[in-house]
């Protein structure tokens, strides 16, 4: 499919540190540096309306839900021709209804040679194509929504999406091949809001780490010369994840020890996009020491553009988890299929209407297959 987003691959990243304080302000910040002169820079924006119906009697969309997407504004700034910073404020509702600004992303990157990059800030973790490609815009991606596995941590993600800390990254050539490769070391997740030991949520720990063991995540990217539009990577995450309870006191109630390893393949071009990744999560909580458990989650994606307008999508997901996990249990996550067909008209470049089907299936509590019909459509554009 035609790339629709107008920014780099190479400029990845992404996180969530919430502010809840003036919106108005933030942006007349923003929007007085934008103008003044001497400090002009980059400044675009995102934003989406989405309405969802399901048929699954559970559901906040069972009636039919109009959602208005964040206001996402994305900033960049060259310092000098090897120093840059780069920013991402969004504007988005909480379940309360309330409007929020959240600083997704901060980073400062000295490129020092073209092997060799090194950026410190709030980053999308070094897993697979997707987390490193598409961010908070969801004009620039196909679908409306991301692969769940790779949902955001306050959205339900299970996946640590993002990380705080220092990145190295570059490519080197090698004779047919041009490798990429990334390695971040930063504050590890923990789960927080436990209750019973369940219904917490990933924290990327944005502001300090509770444990002393660092978060350590690499990729590695091979593309062959002659086909720039594909490539093969592997990916991998070490994280060491204390769980706490929802008392004022905090306790801690788990202490996880997980390893991630990950691969994908992709091939993008002007009219096709064929998108594939893999994780495998080994969790051993060593609190409860019941053992080491072995969790799959995985997706596939194809898509066809033609006349520059037209877009047809299929994308299938499948998650497996370990009977007894902890880790999965502390953040309620369920085996779980889902199959996605849609098509996306391209208004503009700045625009596009997409339509979904989906047909998602898990158990029941009584461990008969349960399945759930939706129907979404999403008008998304940046400025």
């Known amino acids: 499919m035609r790339n629709l987003c107008p920014f780099s691959r190479r400029t ?62 994305y900033v960049t700034q060259p310092i000098t021709d090897r120093l840059d910073v780069l920013a991402e404020l969004t504007i988005e509702s909480e379940t309360s209804g309330d409007f929020v600004a959240d600083l997704e992303r901060l980073q400062i990157g000295y490129r020092a040679w073209d092997w060799l990059v090194i950026r410190a800030g709030r980053f999308h973790n070094l897993l697979g194509y997707w987390n490193l490609t598409f961010h908070h815009g969801r004009q620039i991606q196909t679908t409306i929504n991301r692969p769940s596995m790779l949902a955001f941590e306050d959205r339900g993600g299970f996946l640590p999406v993002h990380l705080v800390g220092i990145w190295l990254s570059g490519y080197v050539p090698a004779g047919p091949l041009l490798i990429n490769y990334g390695l971040m070391a930063g504050n590890g997740p923990k789960i927080a809001g436990l209750t019973s030991l369940s219904g917490g949520e990933l924290d990327p720990n944005n502001l300090s780490d509770n444990s002393g063991n660092k978060a350590v995540a690499f990729n590695l990217t091979l593309h062959p010369r002659g086909l720039h539009n594909g490539g093969l990577g592997i990916c991998g995450n070490i994280s060491r994840i204390e769980g706490f309870d929802n008392t004022p006191a905090a306790a801690k109630v788990a202490n996880i020890s997980q390893q991630i390893l990950c691969g994908e393949a992709h091939y993008v071009t002007e009219t096709i996009e064929l998108l594939a990744e893999y994780y495998a999560l080994f969790d051993q909580d060593e609190l409860t020491g019941l053992g080491r458990f072995t969790n799959h989650t995985w997706y596939l994606q194809a898509a066809y553009t033609f006349a520059d307008r037209y877009v047809p999508y299929l ?6 988890v370990a009977e007894g996990d902890p880790y999965m249990t502390m953040l309620g996550v369920i085996d779980t299929a889902r199959t996605i067909l849609g098509f996306r008209f391209n208004l503009a470049s700045a625009s596009s209407v ?9 158990p029941a509590p009584a461990g008969l297959a349960e399945h759930a019909h939706e129907f979404a459509v999403q008008w998304a554009f940046w400025f």
């Open 354 to 362: 997409k339509a979904e089907a989906r047909l998602i299936d898990h």
């Open 315 to 320: 994308r299938y997901e499948r998650t497996s």
């Open 12 to 73: 990845p990243v992404c996180g969530r540190w919430k502010r809840h304080g003036s919106i108005a302000g933030l942006l007349a910040v923003l929007l007085l540096l934008g103008s003044s002169p001497g400090h002009a820079f980059d400044l675009r924006g995102f934003g989406d309306v989405t309405f969802t119906k399901s048929d699954d009697a559970g559901s906040a969309d069972r009636h039919g839900s109009f959602t208005l997407g964040q206001l996402d504004l």
